[in-house]
């Protein structure tokens, strides 16, 4: 990190997609046209409304993408709330990238991988799956597993049908937590449909969920045979500065935000238990 990191920049909001009742889904650009930064997979940014608040979110489009940058939100406090009032053409300051990413260029590349998401976990995993995506021939086979409450909670599911399903080596399988009309997929919780899929021990895993989710879904994964050295998670919801200075984000001796907010889960090992 540099100091063009903390200095905020103007970003304008040009488009805003509703994507479940309570998630929007933000394109952002410089004034001047095309990314307010560059970033990598994983990695995030601090949005600011001047005399409003600030606060750090997953970049959720892929580093691939010049064009602008996107940011899926859920409405869940003060400043998320303004940021959902907001229209098209308004502005906001934005500044960073904060945090390291998923190892794309290296421990995931040349695998098989498997991506598993609950709710709005999805968000900072689409960043990883486009980027895969768009170089297609450094990676395996692709498998996500993806799960919400109910239809309606599936975020970016039109590019999920549109897109991804259609996509040579890529498997989708989804799921919703109650059975609700119009809805003929699985029905169930995120780490049982894991277990039930039974995937190939031999692929890397990225989950990104509730805490409760992916409490159970290591467990599940672990039952299956994978190891915790093939498990990547991320933890920006823990991160407040974003460059080690509040200790907000403090666990014995690692700041998730200068640590993280990407871990593979062996290294999370000697952290308490309530983190």
Not at 243 to 271: E, S, T
Request: contains cysteine; charged residues 25%.
């Amino acid at each position: 990190m540099n100091n063009d990191t903390l200095i905020p920049h103007i970003g304008v909001v040009t488009d805003i997609r509703i994507d479940t009742p309570d998630v929007k889904t933000f394109r952002v650009v410089s004034p001047e046209g095309g990314k307010v930064f560059e970033h990598m997979p994983g990695q995030c940014a601090m949005l600011s409304i001047p005399g409003v608040g600030e606060g750090m979110f997953s970049i959720t489009s892929s580093p691939t993408n010049k064009e602008f940058m996107e940011f899926s939100i859920k409405k869940c406090g003060c400043l998320t709330t303004w940021l959902h009032q907001m229209e098209p053409g308004q502005m906001i300051t934005i500044r960073g990238p904060y945090g390291n990413h998923f190892p794309v260029e290296t421990d995931l590349k040349g695998k098989d991988l498997l991506f598993i998401a609950g709710g709005i976990g999805l968000a900072p995993l689409r960043s990883v799956i486009n980027y895969v995506r768009d170089n297609r021939e450094n990676y395996g086979d692709v498998q996500i597993v993806y799960g919400s409450r109910s239809m309606d909670d599936l975020v970016d599911y039109k590019e999920i049908i549109d897109e991804w399903m259609s996509d040579k080596g890529i498997e989708v399988n989804l799921t919703i937590d109650n059975a609700q009309e119009g809805w003929d997929g699985h029905v169930g919780f995120v780490p049982n449909y894991v277990k039930e899929l039974n995937p190939s021990t031999s692929k890397t895993v990225l989950v990104c969920g509730p805490p409760i989710m992916i409490k159970f879904t290591l467990a599940g994964l672990k039952e299956l045979g994978f190891t915790e050295t093939q498990v990547f998670t991320t933890m920006e919801l823990r991160m407040k500065c974003g460059v080690g200075k509040c200790g907000r984000c403090n666990i014995g001796d690692k700041y998730v935000c200068k640590d993280g907010p990407v871990f593979r889960y062996d290294q999370l090992g000697a952290l308490p238990d309530e983190y």
